[in-house]
């Protein structure tokens, strides 16, 4: 059926949404029971896309990343309302029976400072193959070579694999945490402020890495970087006090928003 069918013609025509990977919807987030970071937030991920996260210091940002992987259950007081629904199972990953274990399996994260574990290089990117029980060193090796060369990696470090992680710059770590986190093939990536912690010739690696990585995983940014989001993203949401101000098109979200406080933010008026 024509869904058009009866539209006025001067209405511009809705950009239709890929296929989401995930949907926020109606999401309340609380600290230790009074704390309300998240106020009914509905937010789809659109698969195997580039979605970020704008909006000034504070404004649930981190919080809102950090439900996609249960990391506040890890925290006493904490309390969910709400749903994000997982595809293609359409599960909420928030219900009590879902097994967070199970749904940090899916959903790979990076973090703002660069956290190798202290093993090689090698042992960082095969850790989670192994903890998943692949027991063949050919197929580990295979896995982490491909996991290395994904995170532009690889050419820098195929002849020093045994090295500890330690030894690399901090942009090399990074990457290697990025590695670390796709070898076991996620199905979502969240990325929070991945390159806050490096200089401007790492952060730019790091920038064409994501971008590429689209046709691979989907991913969730938290910048707080407008020029990073215009650059790396396809979809942008800027929030606001804990609530979804505005979501849409990063192409129009930067050049022609539909709200004001969207426009004031972009435009440096306040944040
Ligand atoms: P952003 O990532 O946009 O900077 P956050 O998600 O870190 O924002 O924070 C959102 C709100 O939640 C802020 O008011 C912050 O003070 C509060 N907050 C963040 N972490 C905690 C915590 N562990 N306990 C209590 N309040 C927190």
Same mark, same amino acid.
């Given at each position: 059926?024509?869904?058009?069918?009866?539209?006025? &013609?001067?209405?511009?025509?809705?950009?239709?949404?890929?296929?989401?990977?995930?949907?926020?919807?109606?999401?309340?987030?609380?600290?230790?029971?009074?704390?309300?970071?998240?106020?009914?937030?509905?937010?789809? &991920?659109?698969?195997?896309?580039?979605?970020?996260?704008?909006?000034?210091?504070?404004?649930?940002?981190?919080?809102?990343?950090?439900?996609?992987?249960?990391?506040?259950?890890?925290?006493?007081?904490?309390?969910?309302?709400?749903?994000?629904?997982?595809?293609?199972?359409?599960?909420?990953?928030?219900?009590?029976?879902?097994?967070?274990?199970?749904?940090?399996?899916?959903?790979?994260?990076?973090?703002?400072?660069?956290?190798?574990?202290?093993?090689?290089?090698?042992?960082?990117?095969?850790?989670?193959?192994?903890?998943?029980?692949?027991?063949?060193?050919?197929?580990?090796?295979?896995?982490?070579?491909?996991?290395?060369?994904?995170?532009?990696?690889?050419?820098?470090?195929?002849?020093?694999?045994?090295?500890?992680?330690?030894?690399?710059?901090?942009?090399?770590?990074?990457?290697?945490?990025?590695?670390?986190?796709?070898?076991?093939?996620?199905?979502?990536?969240?990325?929070?402020?991945?390159?806050?912690?490096?200089?401007?010739?790492?952060?730019?690696?790091?920038?064409?890495?994501?971008?590429?990585?689209?046709?691979?995983?989907?991913?969730?940014?938290?910048?707080?970087?407008?020029?990073?989001?215009?650059?790396?993203?396809?979809?942008?949401?800027?929030?606001?006090?804990?609530?979804?101000?505005?979501?849409?098109?990063?192409?129009?979200?930067?050049?022609?928003?539909?709200?004001?406080?969207?426009?004031?933010?972009?435009?440096?008026?306040?944040?």
């Amino acid at each position: 059926m024509d869904m058009s069918a009866g539209l006025p &013609v001067s209405q511009p025509a809705q950009q239709a949404m890929p296929p989401l990977k995930a949907q926020a919807r109606n999401l309340d987030f609380f600290y230790g029971g009074t704390v309300q970071a998240l106020k009914g937030v509905t937010l789809p &991920v659109a698969e195997k896309k580039v979605t970020a996260l704008i909006g000034p210091s504070g404004c649930g940002k981190s919080t809102f990343l950090r439900c996609f992987n249960r990391m506040h259950d890890l925290y006493d007081g904490s309390r969910y309302v709400g749903q994000i629904m997982f595809q293609p199972d359409d599960v909420n990953i928030l219900d009590r029976a879902v097994d967070p274990i199970e749904v940090r399996m899916r959903i790979g994260m990076v973090f703002q400072k660069p956290n190798p574990f202290p093993k090689s290089i090698f042992e960082n990117v095969a850790y989670g193959l192994r903890v998943r029980g692949m027991r063949s060193q050919r197929e580990v090796a295979e896995k982490v070579e491909v996991a290395l060369r994904d995170a532009f990696l690889w050419e820098e470090v195929s002849d020093r694999l045994d090295d500890m992680a330690f030894n690399l710059s901090g942009g090399q770590q990074q990457r290697l945490c990025i590695a670390r986190a796709l070898a076991t093939e996620p199905e979502l990536m969240l990325f929070d402020e991945p390159t806050s912690a490096l200089d401007p010739i790492a952060t730019a690696n790091i920038e064409e890495l994501i971008h590429g990585l689209r046709d691979k995983v989907t991913i969730l940014i938290v910048t707080h970087n407008m020029q990073q989001a215009a650059r790396v993203s396809d979809y942008t949401a800027f929030m606001y006090l804990g609530e979804l101000v505005e979501f849409g098109d990063t192409n129009i979200i930067f050049t022609n928003p539909a709200k004001k406080q969207t426009e004031d933010y972009i435009t440096g008026r306040y944040g």
